[in-house]
């Protein structure tokens, strides 16, 4: 009789270790099943939680290696042509004061590049004017000084177009259709940049209501 009450008890405390066993083994498999979860959305792409945001990063990340590209290539062009470092941002300025072969104030040159960093378009005007590719006029007022392209700025300019057309275009030529698709991609440009500026006036406007 001792003995069958001895193996009952065995038996029951090898059942109450196994369940016990069986549910740790179900904790640790929940766990591991949380740690996956986590995991899975761990790297996900804060910008890109819907398919329409998904598809707007990939356009802005697009936009932002073109952009680079083609400042560096400006600033390369330009310095095939001439000895002073400019940046593509100094480029951009020159060739937008070129434009027309008709003085700027310095707002006009900000309206056509859409930038309102007055300070930075500053220094680049200044800079151009100590590298001798630039002038001024009319000095009543900081706001009227108009600014034009010097001889030398001018033969530069000339030099960076000519050297521009016998590069950028033969490669085009490669992609099918760009001419025919680029009134269109441009007026799209346009149409998003002004999108963009939209954008960034309901943001200030947020920030302050705020």
């Not at 802005?60 to 290539?73: G, H, I, K, P």
């Not at 310095?79 to 002073?84: D, I, M, Q």
């Not at 700027?104 to 590298?131: F, H, I, S, W």
Request: with cysteine.
């Amino acid at each position: 009789m001792k003995r069958a009450t001895n193996a009952a008890a065995k038996r029951k405390t090898v059942t109450v270790k196994a369940k016990s066993a069986a549910s740790k083994a179900g904790s640790r498999a929940d766990k591991g099943a949380d740690r996956s979860d986590s995991h899975d959305t761990k790297g996900s792409w804060h910008l890109a939680r819907s398919d329409a945001e998904r598809r707007l990063s990939d356009f802005e990340f697009a936009l932002e290696r073109l952009a680079q590209s083609y400042y560096r290539w400006k600033a390369s062009c330009l310095a095939a042509v001439c000895e002073v470092p400019l940046t593509g941002d100094d480029v951009a300025v020159l060739n937008v004061v070129r434009m027309g072969d008709e003085p700027k104030r310095l707002a006009e040159v900000g309206q056509l590049l859409n930038r309102v960093d007055v300070p930075n378009l500053q220094y680049a005007t200044r800079k151009l004017v100590r590298a001798g590719l630039i002038e001024t006029e009319g000095r009543s007022s900081r706001k009227e000084t108009r600014y034009r392209a010097t001889a030398r700025g001018r033969e530069v300019t000339e030099e960076y177009a000519a050297l521009r057309a016998a590069t950028l275009p033969p490669m085009f030529d490669g992609v099918p259709g760009w001419i025919d698709s680029c009134a269109a991609t441009t007026a799209q440009l346009d149409q998003m940049a002004g999108l963009y500026g939209q954008a960034t006036r309901v943001a200030i406007t947020k920030r302050h209501q705020s």
